[in-house]
């Protein structure tokens, strides 16, 4: 395969499944969540609750730095949860074909529980249509990913091992007639199907130093603060990590949490600045400011209204 594993790795790899965007839009609740500072309730609070709710901010105190330092190449936007970052595997400006560092910076996404990640890069098709040799220096990790985090996931139990059916093998053959894993043990079928296990990749193409399309952003949004609702741990990026995943970010925590947009952009980039990457803003360029607050401006107005 185009990406190359170390041995002692390859022989704990096995196979996953990713699950694409497809575009529908979710009813998301948001619920108030602690802050640093008093903030409005969630201009969607009256939607129905969801099952869990928003993992919290930290507050802007002097912490708030070491709390949300992750990597020089990603930080965390909601600690434990939500990590902003740069194409997380082998790309033209850092790493390049350096196969090792790619797993390296992978592993420990995993290992901080990313469970989906989400491309805004519009120079690079969606993870599952990318050849294996890769598109203009940016190889693909949906691959690597996979059998990084297999390697990673504990084994599966005897009653999984030893069917001739399981919840993987599900997924592509035709229903069964007879019954399910799900009804003979649902601990079980719920424990390897469920996001914790399998990991997701979603595509939402955004041209670089560029703004979203407003349309299809919405949509988006809503899937992935429904997402963390569920307790989903998101990794979203795009190139370096600073233009368009910290525009979706601030958005997210604007619509998400109820806080304001100038909190939001600040919180975004003292995030960003934990990587010490030459102290650039996030998001990169006005557009992208202007878009964060036209955007969440917009869109409170319209969850006001219901």
Not at 203 to 217: E, F, G, K, N, Q
């Amino acid at each position: 395969m185009q990406c190359s594993m170390h041995q002692s790795s390859l022989r704990a790899h096995a196979r996953g499944r990713a699950r694409p965007f497809t575009g529908t839009a979710f009813t998301v609740a948001r619920p108030n969540v602690p802050v640093a500072a008093p903030a409005q309730a969630s201009p969607s609070s009256t939607r129905a609750q969801s099952v869990q709710a928003l993992p919290s901010l930290a507050p802007l105190d002097a912490n708030y730095e070491k709390a949300h330092t992750f990597a020089d190449f990603a930080n965390w936007a909601v600690p434990g949860s939500l990590l902003l970052g740069r194409y997380p595997y082998c790309e033209p400006s850092r790493c390049a074909h350096d196969h090792a560092k790619g797993e390296a910076q992978l592993q420990q996404i995993l290992e901080a529980g990313i469970t989906t990640f989400v491309s805004l890069q519009a120079e690079v098709p969606a993870q599952d249509k990318m050849k294996m040799s890769g598109v203009d220096g940016f190889l693909p990790y949906k691959a690597t990913a996979e059998l990084i985090k297999s390697a990673l996931s504990p084994p599966p139990p005897m009653e999984i091992v030893e069917g001739l059916r399981n919840p993987t093998l599900d997924k592509f053959l035709p229903k069964r007639k007879r019954e399910t894993a799900r009804d003979l043990d649902p601990e079980i079928h719920e424990r390897f199907v469920t996001p914790s296990y399998t990991l997701n990749f979603l595509h939402m193409p955004v041209t670089d130093l560029s703004i979203p399309d407003a349309t299809a952003l919405k949509p988006l949004v809503d899937d992935l603060l429904a997402r963390l609702d569920k307790g989903e741990k998101l990794y979203v990026h795009c190139w370096g990590g600073r233009g368009r995943a910290g525009t979706v970010g601030a958005i997210m925590l604007a619509l998400g949490y109820g806080v304001s947009v100038d909190e939001a952009l600040e919180r975004v980039q003292r995030s960003f600045n934990t990587r010490q990457d030459n102290k650039e803003r996030s998001p990169e360029t006005d557009e992208q400011h202007a878009f964060v607050r036209s955007f969440v401006k917009q869109h409170a107005k319209v969850a006001a209204k219901h």
